[in-house]
Structures are given as structure tokens and as C-alpha cells.
């Protein structure tokens, strides 16, 4: 659970992606390029939805988790005794009534990362970029949460 909340919380990417990703490329699900850094959430053999999954690339934090984990013999990102995860309910499900937070899903987990790189001061077209989310949902859910948030607005209001 731990490696699939980070990779959930650093890129935004949604859970039957995460459950894809390997370490080496496939046509069935996405993959962890470690060598350049980027993270593919589209098998070669999948075809795009409207739940886009382009690539991403991987935060120096994340990288160096992903690489420990595969140099302790991980083939997967999600693996228990070497298997692919296919389903983390009951996983997902224990750590967060241990955590007290009965309402989180794994999606949160996406609604997370995103408030969080807002807050941080990322750009509305940034965030809509790397977490392959539209600009209109960034700046209709999101962008109030940024620093910057109406600061044009604010300028023209307040000239003389």
C-alpha cells in the first residue's frame, strides 16, 4: 500500500493505472521508465479512454522510492510476494480506518496531489499538463487553493 499511495499522491495517477504499472514495458499496462524518469500510465496494447493516461515524469522522491523498490527485486509497483495486485480494496481499505479517514478512496488520493501542487503554486495549464486533468476541472475544482488565485483580478482592481 505504501508505494501505490506514493505514486498515487506524486503524480495523480489513477488506480487501475497504478495496479498496470510494471518495470519493464508491456502492452497490457503502463510502466516505470527508471532510467529516464518517466512514468507511463498506458500499456502500448491499451487504447485511450476519457480517463487519459499520458506519461508523466517522476519527482526525484518518487524516482528513488520506485528504484529501492526495484532493486529489492520488484517487477511490479503494486506486488505481493512477487504477483501483480489487482485489487487493493481490503488493503486500502484497513489503512485508512486505521488512519481515522473513513470517507478516502483511492481517488482522493488524486484529488490530493493536485490541491497540494495548486497550493504550492503550481499553474492551472501546469497542473492540467502533468496530471492530465482539463484545465477547466483544475481551474473550477482546484485553483482557488493556489496562491495566486484571482491575483490578475486583484491587480486591475486595485490600479489607480
Known amino acids: 500500500m505504501a508505494l501505490f499511495n506514493l505514486v498515487a499522491l506524486y503524480t495523480g495517477t489513477r488506480r487501475n493505472a497504478i495496479l498496470g504499472l510494471g518495470f519493464v514495458p508491456s502492452v497490457s499496462g503502463g510502466w516505470v521508465d527508471l532510467e529516464r524518469g518517466v512514468l507511463y ?4 496494447g491499451e487504447r485511450e479512454t476519457k480517463k487519459r493516461r499520458k506519461p ?11 528504484e529501492r523498490w526495484h532493486r529489492l527485486g520488484a517487477r511490479w509497483v503494486v506486488e505481493d510476494g512477487g504477483d501483480r495486485v489487482g485489487d487493493i480494496k481490503k488493503g486500502f481499505a484497513g489503512a485508512r480506518d486505521r488512519a481515522g479517514m473513513p ?3 483511492p481517488h482522493t ?10 497550493q504550492r503554486g503550481m499553474l492551472d495549464y501546469d497542473a492540467s499538463d502533468y ?4 484545465v477547466e476541472t483544475i481551474r473550477r475544482v482546484y485553483y482557488h487553493h493556489s496562491p495566486y488565485y484571482q491575483d490578475r483580478a486583484l491587480e486591475v482592481l486595485e490600479r489607480r
Not at 500510465?41 to 502500448?44: C, P, T
Not at 508523466?56 to 520506485?66: G, K, Y
Open 131 to 134: 496530471f492530465d486533468t482539463s
Open 56 to 66: 508523466v515524469r517522476l519527482t526525484r522522491r518518487l524516482t528513488a522510492h520506485l
Open 41 to 44: 500510465r498506458l500499456g502500448a
Open 103 to 105: 470517507d478516502v478512496t
Open 109 to 118: 488520493l488524486k484529488h490530493t496531489a493536485i490541491t497540494w501542487a495548486i
